[in-house]
């Protein structure tokens, strides 16, 4: 043992996953792991804006850093999340505990503290809501065995979350978060599924999609929502063409 003592070779948290898989009352579990995820994005960003002079502050590699943290947090949070309750867990996550926290008062539930905080927050949520569902459903195409017990709930809970995010874009649904949370979530969220789940969109309604990308037309995320459409099947490929003429 060294003068400084002895040092883990692993974090804590994954420490833990490894000895401890039995967990009580999954439900207050769920919602205690998603907020402790939020609330270190938030640590995160306080500790990117207090660190070094202000000449470094805006420096990429300390932003890089506190975002390389936040996936980093996200990814033990949905492996401690889908540990303890699997795809129960992660379907109460996108129709539940999410759609929740978004309604609600941002300065409350989310602490905002300035727009990094507010970013990385949107960040640590889309990361997570991914991991979480590539988890326990996977990311591409599943076999028939697997299709018949689990696509069908994929497919549905998909559907769901991305019609309270189209409503929510389209305006049809009032927010209580700070809205670059809101943006920085669904960017994310929509950026990561088209690039490493684009078999969930396939099973998305086409007014949905259409929905959610003339909101990020808006936004001006037109790559981003040309991407979505084309992820979309060939019911999409009219929308798609029409865009770019």
Known sequence: MSDEGARLPVPPGFLYLRTFRNFHDTHFVNEVIFKLVIEWAHKLANEWASGGPACLKSGRTSLAAAASGVQEVATLGASLLCIA??????????E??????????????????????????????????????????????????YTSV???????VIGIHMDFIAGAVGGNIILGCDPATWKAYVSCFVGLLVKFAPAWV?????????KLASGLRGWHECDLAISLLERGGPSSMAAVVEWMT
């Open 96 to 145: 539940e505990t999410l759609p929740t926290l978004l309604l609600s008062t941002s300065e409350e539930k989310l602490g905002g503290a300035g727009p990094v905080s507010n970013i990385l927050q949107g960040y640590a949520m889309a990361y997570m809501l991914i991991l979480c569902g590539s988890f326990v459903w996977g990311n591409g195409n599943t076999s028939p065995a």
């Open 150 to 156: 689990f696509s069908s709930r994929r497919t549905r």
């Open 202 to 210: 396939g099973g998305v309604k086409q007014e949905t999609l259409q």
């Open 85 to 94: 309750g699997g795809v129960q867990m992660v379907q109460i996550l996108y």
